[in-house]
Structures are given as C-alpha cells and as structure tokens.
T-cell receptor
Framework: NAGVTQTPKFRVLKTGQSMTLLCAQDMNHEYMYWYRQDPGMGLRLIHY???????AKGEVPDGYNVSRLKKQNFLLGLESAAPSQTSVYFC?????????FGSGTRLTVV | EDQVTQSPEALRLQEGESSSLNCSYT??????LFWYRQDPGKGPEFLFTLYSAGEEKEKERLKATLTKKESFLHITAPKPEDSATYLC????????????FGTGTLLAVQP
C-alpha cells in the first residue's frame, strides 16, 4: 500500500521545455490536488480534481495543465517551462476527512 | 476569501522547553482545521483535524486546540526529533474539499 506516489522526484528543465509530472494513488480517493511549495509562500493550490474526468483551476493555475483520465492518476503538465516554475510540487489525494500527500517533485528550470 | 496565518515564522527551543504555535484563520463555513508536520525533503504528514471550537486532540507531546478564530499547537517538553515545519490548513465550504495552507512555523529544538 504505497499511498500517493509522485514521479519523478527530481528534474532539471531548460526554459521552454515541456514535461509531465505523474501522481498515482492507490486509496480509491475521489479528490486529487496539485500544490506547489515555495519558500515563504506556503503550499499553493495549482489545480484539482473532484473525480475521474474532471479538473478545475486552483489559486495559481497559469502555465500548467492537468488531466485525470483515470481515477488513480493525476497528471500535471508544463507546456513551456519558465524559471518562475522552479519549485517543489506536491500531489495529494483525499477522501473526506483524510488527506494524503506524496513526497514531492523538486523541479528546477534554468 | 479564506486565509490562514501562522506565527511565529520560526521558533527555537531548548529540549524540554514547552511552547505554542499559533494558527489564525478566516474561512466561510469551517469544515476542518488541519495540522501537518513536514520534515525537510518530504511531504506533509498528517497530525490532527479539529472541527469545532473547544475541541482538543493530543498525540505524544503535541496538543492541538481550536477556537472560533484560531488554533494552537502546544508542544510539551519537546525533544530534538520534534524539529520540523508545522503547517496549518483549513477546509472551507463548497464541494471541492481543498485545503488552504498557512506558511508554516519552522521549529528547531536544541539538545
């Protein structure tokens, strides 16, 4: 029982490159979330999903896209990476009242 | 707009020196106040959920309390292994179930 698994754990991108972060959960949770964490800013919600096939914008969605084709997976895409997207990205899933976080992806855009 | 403010930003304690962390919040229709612990390089780890004013929960040296405007995380006789960042979050009304986080308190306990 792995909980929430994020891949990759680390990545370095050049400005303008694209990539996809994968989040997988094995708890059959309906809700999934992508947050970014920056020093002094706390965790900020990028996008979220309330069920398979649904997505919605969070607090800081610009420059990101998401997809939830399968209930257990939530993908976060960066189409054209920018240095401002250097951050640590956390995925979470929930089935009220429990929230479980992954271990994070550290992304550096140079 | 839902908002969470944590204080202090950082706290340094000597082993055994008890103290409290504060989380003040404004939210429409509180459906839970959450405390998490986060170690360097790791994801947040769940500690407590509180739902109504007056509620208290304890786990080892930690005790969380809730009023209508704020929550406190009391740390009694802390040990160096309690060193971490402590995050507070609220879940408000609506069907999204999303959490709004504060910026955290970085706790360092020195032996």
């Amino acid at each position: 029982n792995a909980g929430v698994t994020q891949t990759p754990k680390f990545r370095v991108l050049k400005t303008g490159q694209s990539m996809t972060l994968l989040c997988a959960q094995d708890m059959n949770h309906e809700y999934m979330y992508w947050y970014r964490q920056d020093p002094g800013m706390g965790l900020r919600l990028i996008h979220y999903s309330v069920g398979e096939g649904t997505t919605a914008k969070g607090e800081v969605p610009d420059g990101y896209n998401v997809s939830r084709l399968k209930k257990q997976n939530f993908l976060l895409g960066l189409e054209s990476a920018a240095p401002s997207q250097t951050s640590v990205y956390f995925c979470a899933s929930s089935s009220s009242p429990s929230y479980t976080f992954g271990s994070g992806t550290r992304l550096t855009v140079v | 707009e839902d908002q969470v403010t944590q204080s202090p930003e950082a706290l340094r304690l000597q082993e055994g020196e008890s103290s409290s962390l504060n989380c003040s919040y404004t939210v429409s229709g509180l459906r839970g106040l959450f405390w998490y612990r986060q170690d360097p390089g790791k994801g947040p780890e769940f500690l407590f959920t509180l739902y109504s004013a007056g509620e208290e929960k304890e786990k080892e040296r930690l005790k969380a309390t809730l009023t209508k405007k704020e929550s406190f995380l009391h740390i009694t006789a802390p040990k160096p292994e309690d060193s971490a960042t402590y995050l507070c979050a609220v879940r408000g009304g609506g069907a999204t179930n999303k959490l709004i986080f504060g910026t955290g308190t970085l706790l360092a306990v020195q032996p």
